[in-house]
């Protein structure tokens, strides 16, 4: 990790812990020392493993500094649209003829054998798509009718057809593809982003969360949470009407200067506490009172559209005033562009189990009608803009969906971890190829087979950082996004 320009970070880290406050919370005692002792000449503490860990040097009374990485990046932003509830990829992106000429046939036992399922019984068969697929672009992608604007940019993306993952549950699956757990508790990869690279923005968060669709995803607030790192890095949700965030406007009556007064005022009681307690959280009271009122211009300015031009608002599909997906794409290029870390948009509902609302008829055809025109323009408009050469656009669910049909009000598809597609455009990463295939009925990969892991190691490298070496100490153990696993997925790079 290259030094931060500011020399006197470590001095305000010490200050930032009082003597009572050290004491009280190194846990000092004979055998903690002993243990020290162990740890440095053979443990995790000894000088070639200290050598794999890097620690992020933070300034704690300014989290969001700009900071570098490893080695220099490819890209500086993040957009992330998660398509909530797993699209089904047998509808979009992998056309399999062998799958519509056994339809209706049940599946190979070997298929199956040791295999589990969230739904399934075991007594199903196989379901061919009823979608019209078409080759597109110089790459040769199959893509189906449901996508016509997203044909356009077939060639702008790098598509990862040969994805995995181990979790077959909604809940549980977006936190391991967000925070590489299963389980809340862990930061979100956003939150390990501005822990690592800090924000160009101090007007605005450096993580931003935007929310499209019927309802919220699973996981709730834990999929943006910065987990045990300081809360200063957990990603901030924009509601979608009416102020931003909530409380931002000054009371009525409150004048800007008498309101500095009361942010000076109560920052100064809380640096009083701070010297008392050592409590690194007063310090992220602090600065999220300060964020408030600098965001008081900056979040409105932002969510004020009028600036774009009509030509911008047609490309997305946006009706100003009226909250979307296409919307919230809109704004996340506003944010990228206000140097905004890391933008997340999660859009819902793509499970497609087959019962009310959840169909594989008009519920789907709605979903991707949805996010089809918006994602597109999204890409051409940073494309244009020169912002995607320094801009990583990921798009995908939390898993796939199964060749094998799941009977209820109607037939739909399961939850499926075997195999499925997402795609990745942007700076340094190679733009209209395919990685990945899977077999004939769409199973399983057969040929460069990735794990969600390998796509995080991957994305922490575009921004410039090793990913064993990205840590973050906790309960006498140091953790990172990939956990003990993950590899750099190399054939998508430049």
């Known amino acids: 990790m290259a030094e931060n320009p500011d020399p006197d970070i470590e001095f305000r880290q010490l200050r930032a812990r009082t003597r009572r406050h050290f004491f009280g919370e190194c846990g000092v005692g ?14 995790i ?88 697929f078409e080759r597109v672009g110089e790459c040769g992608i199959t893509m189906s ?17 040969g994805l995995t993952t181990d979790v077959f549950n909604h809940g549980p699956a977006k936190l391991f593809m967000n925070t590489g757990f299963p389980a809340p ?47 200063s890095f957990q990603g901030v949700p924009f509601r979608s009407k009416g102020d931003p965030i909530l409380y931002l406007k000054s009371p009525s009556g409150l004048t800007p200067a008498a309101e500095r007064d009361f942010y000076d005022t109560v920052g100064q009681l809380n640096k009083e506490r701070l010297e008392k307690t050592g409590d690194p959280e007063i310090l992220t009271r602090i600065n999220a009172y300060e964020m408030a009122f600098r965001m008081q211009t900056s979040a409105p300015e932002l969510m004020d559209l009028s600036q774009e031009s009509q030509e911008t608002l047609d490309l997305y599909g946006v009706k100003p005033g009226t909250p979307s997906f296409a919307t919230n794409c809109l704004l996340a290029r506003r944010l990228v562009e206000r140097g905004v870390r890391f933008v997340q948009l999660y859009h819902t509902n793509w499970d497609s189990h087959g019962g009310p609302g959840e169909n594989l008829n008009n519920d789907f055809e709605k979903v991707c009608l949805d996010v089809d025109q918006a994602t597109t323009a999204l890409i051409k408009d940073l494309k244009r803009s020169g912002l995607l050469k320094d801009t990583l656009v990921i798009w995908g669910g939390e898993f796939g969906r199964t060749p094998m049909g799941e009977v209820r009000t109607t037939i739909g598809r399961d939850h499926h971890i075997e195999a499925f597609t997402m795609w990745v455009a942007g700076g340094g990463v190679k733009s209209g190829v395919i990685i990945g295939k899977t077999d004939e009925l769409g199973f399983g990969v057969i040929e460069d087979k990735y794990h969600v892991h390998d796509l995080q190691a991957t994305v922490l490298h575009l921004l410039g950082f090793d990913h064993e070496r990205l840590t973050y100490r906790f309960q006498g153990r140091d953790f990172r996004l990939t956990d003990v696993h993950g590899h750099v997925i190399e054939k998508m790079l430049t």
């Open 145 to 161: 009718e449901m996508f016509p604007h997203m044909k356009q940019i077939a060639d702008d993306v790098c598509w990862l057809q």
């Open 45 to 132: 503490a000894a000088p070639e493993a200290a050598a794999k860990v890097s620690s992020v040097k933070v300034d704690p009374a300014n989290p969001l500094l700009p900071r570098v990485g490893h080695f220099p990046a490819k890209v500086k932003n993040v957009i992330y649209l998660f398509m909530a509830g797993a699209p089904s990829q047998l509808e979009l992106f992998d056309d399999k003829p062998k799958l519509r000429e056994l339809h209706g046939k049940p599946p190979p036992k070997s298929l199956l054998e040791g295999k589990r399922f969230a739904f399934l019984k075991g007594n199903e068969t196989l379901m061919g798509s009823q979608r019209k």
């Open 185 to 231: 508790g862990r930061p979100a990869m956003g939150a390990w982003v501005t822990y690592g690279l800090g924000s160009e923005s101090q007007d605005l968060p450096g993580f931003v969360v935007l929310q499209s669709g019927p309802r919220g995803p699973r996981g709730g607030a834990s999929l943006w949470a910065s987990g045990f790192l300081p809360t």
């Open 30 to 43: 004979v055998g903690a020392i002993a243990l020290n002792q162990l740890l440095a000449r053979d443990g």
